[in-house]
């Protein structure tokens, strides 16, 4: 079942700031992992990434624990 988007949660409206102003993001998995770029989309469950090598990276939400500008 698919959850409807909530633009009015501020998880949501932080995510879209960033992608907006074209902010470098970190995001770091729950892995330990560590994606770096640029924010391009977001959805319900997935956000994707755009490296320095121009390559976009999906990440399902619930494998981030945190994104923090950089």
């Known amino acids: 079942m698919i959850t409807e988007f909530d633009t009015s ?3 949501i409206r932080q995510v879209q ?3 907006k102003e074209g902010a470098s993001i970190q995001i770091k998995l729950l892995t330990g992992d560590l994606v770096t770029g640029k924010m391009i989309w ?3 469950q997935c956000l ?3 490296d320095e090598r121009n390559q976009q ?3 399902w939400k619930q494998a981030i624990a ?3 500008p950089i």
Do not use: A, H, R
């Open 42 to 44: 977001q959805d319900v």
């Open 66 to 68: 945190y994104i923090k």
């Open 9 to 11: 949660l501020p998880s």
């Open 57 to 59: 990276i999906t990440v």
């Open 17 to 19: 700031n960033l992608i």
């Open 48 to 50: 994707c990434c755009v």
